[in-house]
C-alpha cells in the first residue's frame, strides 16, 4: 500500500449526473458539497479522481 496520500474535496453538486458519477464520489468518502476527505495515492484513486474531474479538487501537500 501507498504511504502518501491526497485530499480531496467536493466543490459541484452531483445532482443532476448520473448515479455513476455520484457512486464514483461516496467511493470516494465524499458526502456533501465542500466536504474533504483524505485518500490514498494509488491508481485506482486516482482513476476515480479523473471519472469525477468536474465535481471535485485535489488539494496537494
Known amino acids: 500500500?501507498?504511504?502518501?496520500?491526497?485530499?480531496v474535496k467536493q466543490v459541484k453538486s452531483a445532482i443532476g449526473y448520473n448515479r455513476r458519477q455520484r457512486?464514483?464520489?461516496?467511493?470516494?468518502?465524499?458526502?456533501?458539497?465542500?466536504h474533504t476527505v483524505e485518500v490514498e495515492d494509488t491508481a485506482a484513486t486516482r482513476g476515480?479522481?479523473?471519472k469525477?474531474?468536474?465535481l471535485v479538487m485535489v488539494l496537494e501537500g
Not at 500500500?1 to 485530499?7: A, P, V, W
Not at 457512486?23 to 465542500?34: C, E, K, M, S
Open 1 to 7: 500500500m501507498s504511504d502518501k496520500r491526497i485530499r
Open 23 to 34: 457512486a464514483t464520489l461516496r467511493g470516494l468518502g465524499l458526502r456533501r458539497l465542500n
Open 48 to 50: 476515480m479522481i479523473n
Open 52 to 54: 469525477v474531474t468536474h
